[in-house]
């Protein structure tokens, strides 16, 4: 495809030492709907998805497994790549920062770094947090009921000692805040910028950015007594995967910089603030936006090992259905808010808005022209209002979805879709085909085909919520594979009366719970 239009989404890169969960698929579902939606509007897209691989933690978790670190990450990230392809995710890259092209682009922004004058030799003795990867100020730990001192997180902090190179973060308080004025959507939602705002405007201090009491990181360039602070490493990742430090490629000069860096509103800081401030430092451009999603709790409870209830998103899949799945995630919670995973939730959604609503459409439709049409698309007569209506909500839905995908509300672009299946379920019953096939041959064929042409938008539109259910769907409408981009939206590419129409079949069962 040829396009001067570009857009490249990141998800984070996930920390080896712990298996997938619906955490990760969340973030990653989100990039991929995301992906999907640009590329069906004519962008040439990158999806970027990894594991982060070095750093203490997974140091700590490859000892207690009784493995090198490199082998340990060679196993868990197989995991994450595995997950990917399960979930269907649309990736165009998977990185891995044990890769030599990522240790190559993280010592080239170590030198731009020392080069500059941002970076100095020193030596950090204060708190940190090895589940964070996190180095605390003793004013912001917590003590803990047992009188142990904690980060505000709740993870355990250790005193720590050693030379240590810092970057000049402080000198970047000022530039960050112009630069967020500037940019008043760089962080949404903007309830979170205002969070990232006022910790910036509280003071930054200087940041310790190489460790020498353990090994497991990429060595700082000219003094491999020291590894890289893990999220330095691990941020320039969304730079090695454009080809960094060349800036002279295709693929740098179309996607840097990155339109959004998703993100669990856990890891916002890191992105937020160290990132832009390490890019602006190094003289290269900080991402247009960094989206900070909530956390899913499960059946009103916080996910967590000790409490077994750790959701794995393949057995999920499996048991409801992929799309079943990514449409539940993304339809439940208003994109950014926190939110609770439930049985009860998904069946709810499942049955409800899938099966009842947009299956039991698009089944209501197909078997109607299949019976009354011959199988064909029908022939429309002249429209009158209600018609009308119907096909101009069709019609419009793409400018108002491509509104809510921009500023990343999937729930309110699903929202919308699903008013349109609303409206058309209600012009069934209203229209009632059935009868008019009695009364009235032309006025159905018009009926049944002014429904055709709304169930093709409402398939096109689905897509990148759920590419399985929606190519079934579309398949059933025999839309060809080269008019499933959005530029077939609208009148212009409308269904041919007379085309032969395959037997129809549901697209989305109901589910119905497996008796024991
Ligand atoms: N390695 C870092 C990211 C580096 S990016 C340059 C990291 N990895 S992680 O594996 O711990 O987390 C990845 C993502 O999973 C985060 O965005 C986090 O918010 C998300 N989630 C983890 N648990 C979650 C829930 N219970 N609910 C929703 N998302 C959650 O952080």
Request: hydrophobic share 40%; glycine share 6%.
């Amino acid at each position: 495809m040829t396009t001067d239009k570009s857009f490249y989404v990141t998800s984070p890169i996930y920390y080896v030492n712990d298996a997938p969960h619906i955490g990760h698929a969340y973030t990653s579902l989100a990039c991929d709907v995301l992906a999907r939606f640009k590329r069906l509007d004519g962008y040439r897209v990158r999806f970027l998805t990894g594991t982060d691989e070095h750093g203490q933690k997974v140091e700590k978790s490859a000892q207690a497994a009784g493995v090198d670190p490199q082998a340990f990450s060679d196993r868990n990230s197989a995991k994450f790549r595995n997950l990917s392809q399960a979930l269907g995710l649309s990736n165009d890259d998977f990185i891995r920062t044990t890769e030599p092209r990522h240790i190559a682009a993280c010592q080239e922004i170590w030198r731009r770094l020392k080069e500059r004058g941002q970076i100095y030799l020193g030596s950090y003795s204060g708190w940190y947090s090895v589940r964070d990867e996190a180095y605390y100020a003793e004013g912001e730990l917590v003590t803990a009921p047992d009188g142990e001192k904690r980060a505000p997180t709740g993870a355990d902090v250790e005193w720590v000692e050693e030379p240590s190179y810092f970057f000049k973060l402080s000198a970047w308080q000022q530039p960050l805040l112009d630069y967020y004025a500037k940019h008043p959507d760089f962080v949404l939602p903007q309830a979170r910028l205002n969070e990232v705002m006022s910790f910036v405007k509280s003071g930054l201090q200087d940041l310790s950015v190489s460790r020498t009491s353990f090994r497991w990181g990429i060595p700082v360039p000219e003094d491999p007594a020291h590894v890289m602070y893990v999220w330095l490493d691990a941020l320039t990742n969304y730079l090695t995967s454009v080809g960094f430090p060349d800036t002279k490629t295709d693929d740098y000069r179309a996607f840097w910089p990155a339109d959004v860096h998703m993100v669990g509103k856990d890891i916002l800081r890191f992105h937020a603030i160290l990132w832009p401030a390490f890019l602006m430092a190094a003289d290269l451009e900080p991402p247009k936006r960094v989206f900070a999603h909530g956390w899913w709790t499960i059946e009103g409870q916080k996910m967590s090992k000790s409490l077994r209830n750790v959701v794995d998103p393949i057995e999920l899949a499996k048991k409801y259905g992929l799309d079943q799945v990514r449409y539940f995630l993304l339809r439940e919670l208003p994109f950014g808010n926190d939110g609770d995973f439930s049985h009860k939730a998904i069946v709810h959604r499942t049955n409800g808005d899938l099966a009842n609503d947009y299956g039991n459409l698009a089944q209501r439709v197909l078997s109607l022209i299949a019976r009354n049409c011959a199988g064909r698309v029908p022939t429309p007569g002249p429209l009158d209002d209600a018609d009308n209506a119907l096909l101009g909500a069709a019609h419009g839905l793409l400018a108002e979805v491509r509104a809510d995908i921009d500023v990343q509300a999937f729930h309110e672009a699903l929202d919308r879709i699903w008013t349109v299946v609303r409206a058309a379920n209600g012009y069934v019953d209203r229209q009632a085909p059935w009868a008019l096939a009695k009364s009235d041959v032309p006025r159905m064929g018009t009926v049944l085909y002014v429904l055709a042409e709304t169930i093709r938008h409402l398939g096109l539109l689905a897509q990148p919520f759920m590419p399985g259910v929606t190519g079934k769907l579309l398949d059933q409408l025999a839309v060809p594979a080269d008019q499933r981009t959005f530029a077939s939206i609208g009148p212009g590419s409308a269904l041919t009366p007379g085309t032969e129409l395959p037997k129809p079949t549901g697209i989305v069962p109901r589910y119905v719970e497996a008796t024991p």
